[in-house]
C-alpha cells in the first residue's frame, strides 16, 4: 500500500519557523514530482510547492522567499521549510506524490498554525 506520512507540524508565532517532513510509511512508490499543499479552515486545497525528480522546484506567489522545499523523490522523501511564517499559513499541510502513471498519492496532513 502506497502511503505518504506527514511531521512537523504545530502551533508558531508570526515570524517563526517549521520545517515539515514527509516520509513514506509502506513502500516506497516512484513519483514523478512530489509537492505539498495546504488547506485553510473554509477554502479549498492550494498548491505550496512542487519538486521535479530533476530537481526543479515551483512555489506559490505566496511562500517564494521564505518556504524551501526539499528531499529524495527517488526515496519518496520531501521537506518543506517554513521561515517567516504568517498567519495567513495555518493551514492543514498535505504531502502529494504523482506517479508516473498520473496518479495522485496524498498523506492524511499534519496542521500548522501561526498565531500570536
Known amino acids: 500500500q502506497v502511503q505518504l506520512e506527514e511531521s512537523g507540524g504545530g502551533v508558531v508565532q508570526p515570524g517563526e519557523s517549521l520545517r515539515l517532513s514527509c516520509v513514506p510509511s509502506g513502500i516506497i512508490f516512484w513519483y514523478k514530482t512530489m509537492g505539498w499543499y495546504r488547506q485553510a479552515p473554509g477554502k479549498g486545497r492550494e498548491l505550496v510547492a512542487t519538486i521535479t525528480r530533476g530537481g526543479n522546484t515551483n512555489y506559490a506567489d505566496s511562500v517564494k522567499g521564505r518556504f524551501t522545499i526539499s528531499g529524495d523523490i527517488v526515496k519518496s522523501t520531501v521537506y518543506l521549510q517554513m521561515n517567516s511564517l504568517k498567519s495567513e499559513d495555518t493551514a492543514v499541510y498535505y504531502c502529494?506524490?504523482?506517479?508516473?502513471?498520473?496518479?495522485?498519492?496524498w498523506g492524511k496532513g499534519t496542521l500548522v498554525t501561526v498565531s500570536s
Open positions: 502529494n506524490g504523482n506517479a508516473l502513471n498520473g496518479i495522485n498519492y
